[in-house]
């Protein structure tokens, strides 16, 4: 990938790291899901097939950035935001992500509606 992507930054994401957050999904992706600096579109390299997409993303993603990267692709993991929301409230009591952290990702990385979900389990949960 890195060749391939001529040095620029990427990372992978999608169905692996979401499913991984704890916050319900169990999607899956025939292709990895791959952000770049450089290129979009569907490429086989190796013999297996990425889709790559240029949008913004941090230099070291956190799992906070993933939390707001599986709500902006909610529809492609096929889950409901509004349980992706109520799942997140639990998680966030439960301490299971930094919450100063999730809303600075939100507001950087996160649409509008994004920024809504992320501020609502937040405010669920205190100050």
Do not use: H, I
Not at 10 to 28: H, I, K, S
Not at 82 to 108: P, Q, S, T
């Amino acid at each position: 990938m890195r060749a391939f992507l001529d040095g620029g930054r990427f990372v992978f994401t999608g169905p692996e790291r979401w499913n991984a957050l704890g916050l319900g999904t169990t999607a899956l992706f025939a292709a990895p899901l791959v952000y770049n600096t450089k290129r979009s579109g569907s490429f086989e390299l190796g013999g297996r097939r990425y889709v790559l997409r240029r949008v913004a993303f941090p230099a070291r993603p956190s799992a906070e950035w993933f939390v707001v990267d599986l709500f902006e692709n909610a529809d492609r993991a096929g889950a409901a935001p509004e349980e992706l929301a109520r799942a997140l409230r639990r998680a966030v009591a439960a301490k299971a992500f930094d919450g100063d952290r999730l809303r600075d990702m939100a507001r950087r990385y996160g649409t509008r509606r994004t920024q809504a979900f992320v501020e609502s389990a937040l405010e669920a949960n205190g100050p």
